[in-house]
């Protein structure tokens, strides 16, 4: 009798067992690079994330690189509750280094990936050394100066940093009077688009602000240097969510333009739920505690009767 009852459960277990395996796998997009983790809407394997940031991140000895068309960029921090990447471009300017020359990369993304990554309203772009030739200049003086503070961080401060000594007496500062300004701070908005060759500047420097109001006291020596950029996946987060939810890694078709639920064995367009057989559905919790009872039984069993 309890040999049957046995062998009933062995088989039971055996039917069980791939489905709640498939069923309960980690996540197999989720990986690291170095310290970083990287998690949806971003991945390092193609097919995993969303599509909005595909071929965005690789990671290279450990370092974690961003490729827009502007450039590579090292991605310092990725914070995913506030959906925010901190970035930093080696051949930026900084309170201790103006580095001119147009080597800098100034941040441009493709059009179609635009919607998805923009500096965030508080991150200051200070163009350096620009032409009067620069769009940024055209119509002036009649029309208004882009030039501006950004959360209490702009030019007259970041003209205090010992940066600007190295590279001569500075006609910077006060006077439009006499040609452009040195430096010209804007925010990512007002421009759209951070092009050195095209704005006619030697170089630039970029700075955050996490608390803008203990910046301002702090001077450009304190500021935060490196690109803060906002990601955003638009409205398919509840898409993620629910895939998850169910088992699944987040993932993109191979056109590289729909959102794909990976389940393992297969892929839905919805989430794991939809394509386990729609007979079981509603049942996957009661199919998880029966199949621990049963392992748990036969454990027990074998031990006793073999
Ligand atoms: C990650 O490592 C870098 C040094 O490689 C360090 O500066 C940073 O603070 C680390 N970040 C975290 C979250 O541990
Ligand atoms: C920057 O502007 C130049 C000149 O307009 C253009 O040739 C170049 O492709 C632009 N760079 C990027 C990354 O868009
Ligand atoms: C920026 O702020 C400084 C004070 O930190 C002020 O002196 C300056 O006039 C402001 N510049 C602009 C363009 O608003
Ligand atoms: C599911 O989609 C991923 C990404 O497009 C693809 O690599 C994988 O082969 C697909 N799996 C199946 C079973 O179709």
Known sequence: MAHLLFITLTI??????????????????????????IDYPFALQSGCGHPGFRELLFCINDVLMLHISSGSYRVLDIDYAYQALTLHDPHMSTCDSIVLGGR???????????????????????????????PLFQGFPEKHLPCRNVSGMGCEEFYRCPSWNMIGPKRAGSVYGTGPPECCAVPFEAIKSINLTKLDCQGY?????????????????????????????????????????????????TNGVNELCMCGSSNSTSNCDSVHSSSCRGTWTLVHTLAGFLICMIVWMKSQYS
């Open 12 to 37: 039971a277990l055996q039917a069980l067992v791939p489905l709640v395996h498939s069923y309960g796998h980690a996540n197999m997009c989720r990986s690291y690079c170095g310290n970083l983790t």
């Open 104 to 134: 800098g990369n100034g941040f441009v993304v493709e059009q179609w990936r635009a919607p998805y990554l923009n500096p965030t309203g508080d991150n200051v772009f200070m163009l350096i050394g620009c032409t009067a030739e620069s």
């Open 205 to 253: 420097s970029s700075a955050y602000s996490l608390a803008p109001l203990r910046v301002a006291v702090a001077g450009a020596g304190r500021w935060s240097y490196g690109i803060r950029v906002k990601y955003s996946v638009q409205r398919n987060e509840p898409f993620c969510r629910a895939c998850e939810a169910t088992g699944g890694s987040c993932g993109y078709d």
